[in-house]
């Protein structure tokens, strides 16, 4: 039986997008504190009740995550084993990283990551966790141009660096968790490209984009809408011309997602599921 926990009723819509996990770098989306162009402002969008949270829960995260092998998963909460092993993160010194990963900390309430093994270990001898690597959300493709997302790509969560040589790197893994639903693998998340309008520091506006793909890498797989799409979406226009966006910067209703996933049990049918809303 779901056990829901709400604090107000607000109705959502959440539609399924692909499986791409990257964001874009510009305006209400994409993690930059930089004002928004003329003729556009950002709202944030209503939290939702925990019926809806759950809606969330299974965009995101209860389906398989793309291995024909794994679809006897279908519909059981998978997320990273922290209370057994702590989630190693090699953050290699990014302040911004390192920001981001206090306050998903501070959010959750308890420790999650594990700081230290990683930080002398070659990117390519890691086996299982978290890389950081500043400047490769993109790559170019074979007429020199932006390869993945378009030339806004400043966020992506993936198996490995992108490159002509390893596209498929570009995608998140498909065998990230065993038939118990325990995330085990060795995820990258790029911040920057070279190929950004803003260059290549394009995610140190704020921690929101960095937030955005370590989501990706704990869980929060899919994006759903109303704080974890990646990208701003139209609202409406104001009478002077103005268009209104829903910023989709992580906001209420991705932290109810994330804390949500990581104090249920792992493998737990959506049926079975308790869900409260924090926010």
């Not at 692909?18 to 504190?33: A, K, R, W």
């Not at 890691?126 to 493709?141: F, K, L, M, R």
């Not at 992506?156 to 085990?184: H, K, R």
Request: hydrophobic share 35%; proline share 5%.
């Amino acid at each position: 039986m779901i056990k829901i926990y709400s604090k107000m009723k607000t109705f959502f819509l959440m539609i399924i997008v692909p499986t791409l996990v990257g964001c874009g770098g510009g305006g209400g989306g994409g993690g930059s504190d930089a004002p928004p162009a003329p003729g556009i402002r950002y709202i944030s969008s209503d939290t939702v009740d925990a019926n809806d949270i759950l809606e969330n829960i299974k965009i995101t995260n209860l389906p398989s995550w793309g291995s024909d092998t794994q679809q006897h998963q279908n519909f059981n909460l998978k997320r990273w084993d922290y209370e057994t092993t702590l989630i190693p993160v090699k953050h290699k010194d990014v302040p911004l990283v390192i920001k981001s990963m206090d306050e998903i900390e501070d959010r959750l309430g308890f420790t999650i990551f594990d700081r230290d093994s990683l930080s002398n270990v070659a990117d390519g001898s890691v086996t299982a966790g978290i890389i950081i690597s500043i400047g490769t959300a993109n790559y170019a493709n074979i007429n020199g141009g932006p390869a993945i997302g378009g030339e806004r790509q400043c966020g992506l969560a993936s198996a490995g660096i992108p490159s002509l040589e390893n596209p498929d790197n570009a995608y998140f893994p498909n065998f990230v968790y065993d038939e118990n639903g325990v995330v085990n693998a060795k995820l990258y998340i790029h911040l920057g490209s070279t190929f950004h309008p803003s260059g290549i520091d394009c995610y140190k506006g704020s921690t929101d984009l960095t937030i955005h793909e370590f989501g990706h890498a704990l869980g929060v797989l899919r994006h759903f809408t109303g704080g974890f799409n990646g990208n701003s979406r139209y609202a409406y226009t104001d009478p002077d011309g103005t268009n209104v966006l829903y910023a989709e910067t992580p906001n209420d209703n991705f932290w109810n997602v994330l804390r949500n996933i990581y104090n249920n049990n792992i493998n737990e049918t959506a049926e079975n599921l308790t869900i409260t809303q924090y926010y």
